[in-house]
């Protein structure tokens, strides 16, 4: 592994990050032979970039936030000759790259990227999209809308439980159908939220004990919300299991293959972009693609 391109979004981190990039450059190159710096001006160009570097590096490195990472990473997952992919952590939340336990340092990532620590890590897929963190549709896309982007930037990823708080006193509920390799659910819904890492939002709130290595995704179905039952979410963190006292209002399933349709459609919330809606039919892609990753092994 000797080619690398960093593809560096420069408005990630209120700048901080492209701050730093001459540091961090330093950094790669006591590891690898060519590292090149790409930087981004729009959104779109970083899956451009993606596109131009099939077959000529042995390495990309996305550099920015969690929407970055999700441009790059649906870039990359549709090639025929994928390249490793690494993550220095430039955003509020950082899902994935805490998944994988990157530090969120972005000089001490760099760090952890030079030691070469291999891993296949599941991916998940719908019709026109691919995802590393979560798909949801009801509560949590609701939650993304409403997202105070001044909020955001003060509390950083708090401000995730904010909005899901001050969401969950206008949202309605829907029609869900879901059929899968492993469970069915015909009713109503006020959120479905299928999991492949375990990080939503800056916390191990839904699904502690997923991993991006077990080869199925994790399902959550809420029925019908309240303060209390968002208040348990946000314990599972602490607890690192899911909720003990899970009643008939939360349906908790792990599948491999699932179809959905609602009523009315809902907008979907795919790590963090919303772009398109229901229905849909989601599969999980073991071990598609191959990561750098840093303090894995503590988080298995």
């Not at 730093?20 to 790669?28: A, F, G, N, Q």
């Not at 599941?122 to 509560?139: A, M, P, R, S, T």
């Not at 009713?187 to 709130?205: D, K, P, T």
Request: aromatic share 8%; with cysteine; glycine share 8%.
């Amino acid at each position: 592994m000797k080619k690398v391109a960093l593809i560096l979004n420069p408005n990630a981190g209120k700048r901080k990050l492209a701050e730093s990039i001459d540091v961090i450059k330093e950094k790669l190159q006591k590891g690898f032979y060519d590292v090149e710096i790409c930087v981004t001006k729009e959104a779109g160009d970083g899956a451009k970039i993606v596109s131009d570097l099939e077959g000529k590096v042995d390495l990309i490195i996305g550099a920015g936030g969690d929407g970055t990472i999700y441009e790059l990473i649906n870039a990359i997952c549709k090639l025929k000759e994928r390249p490793a992919f690494a993550i220095i952590p430039g955003g509020t939340c950082n899902d994935f790259s805490r998944t994988i336990g990157m530090n969120q340092d972005p000089i001490l990532a760099a760090e952890q990227i030079v030691e070469k620590r291999m891993e296949l890590v599941d991916v998940g897929k719908c019709e026109k999209q691919y995802f590393l963190n979560f798909w949801g549709i009801g509560l949590i896309s609701k939650v993304s809308d409403n997202m105070d982007t001044q909020n955001k930037q003060l509390l950083g990823k708090l401000s995730y439980y904010i909005s899901a708080g001050q969401t969950v006193f206008d949202s309605e509920p829907f029609q869900l159908k879901v059929k899968s390799d492993s469970t069915n659910y015909d009713g109503e819904a006020m959120m479905l939220l299928i999991g492949n890492g375990s990080y939503v939002g800056g916390f191990q709130s839904f699904f502690p004990e997923s991993h991006v290595q077990d080869g199925v995704l994790d399902v959550l179905i809420v029925k019908q919300t309240s303060l209390t039952h968002l208040w348990t979410w946000m314990q599972s963190k602490i607890q690192q299991q899911f909720p003990a006292e899970a009643n008939e209002d939360l349906i908790y399933f792990q599948a491999r293959e699932i179809e959905i349709e609602t009523s009315p459609k809902q907008e979907i919330d795919c790590d963090g972009e919303c772009n398109f809606s229901t229905p849909s039919k989601i599969k999980i892609l073991p071990k598609h693609l191959k990561v750098l990753v840093g303090d894995f092994a503590a988080i298995v």
